[in-house]
């Protein structure tokens, strides 16, 4: 069993900065992929950002490029999500999401929200 802790959501006024927090604790197994997801009322959970741990490539939903930034400490099993320039738009509850094991389980953690306003 793979537990997810995520932390760092909250209020901040537009143009302002988060970062978020996920670490991954329990039976880990290889870990695969390590990314963040977002959904906001009314609309699907979608993609923001994902690391790749075989060749270390990271991936960003066009709409974050440029102002999110992806990392990971692999000794700790855990993944960051900087999130610069912050927009309303950006407004949503944000879901970790691990890939790990040799069946490539997914993970999710349990939301934090993050809330962009003025």
């Known amino acids: 069993q793979v537990q997810l802790v995520e932390s760092g959501g909250g209020l901040v006024q537009p143009g302002g900065s988060l970062r978020l927090s996920c670490a991954a604790s329990?039976?880990?197994?290889?870990?695969?992929?390590m990314g963040w997801y977002r959904q906001a009322p009314g609309k699907e959970r979608e993609l923001v950002a994902i690391?790749?741990?075989?060749?270390?490539?990271?991936n960003y939903a066009d709409s974050v490029k440029g102002r999110f930034t992806i990392s990971r400490d692999n000794a700790k099993n855990t993944v960051y999500l900087q999130m610069n320039s912050l927009k309303p738009d950006d407004t949503a509850v944000y879901y970790c999401?691990?890939?790990?094991?040799?069946?490539?389980?997914?993970?999710w953690g349990q939301g934090t929200q993050v809330t962009v306003s003025s």
């Open positions: 690391t790749i741990t075989s060749g270390g490539s990271t």
């Open positions: 329990g039976r880990i197994s290889m870990i695969h992929a």
């Open positions: 999401n691990v890939v790990a094991g040799g069946i490539l389980r997914t993970y």
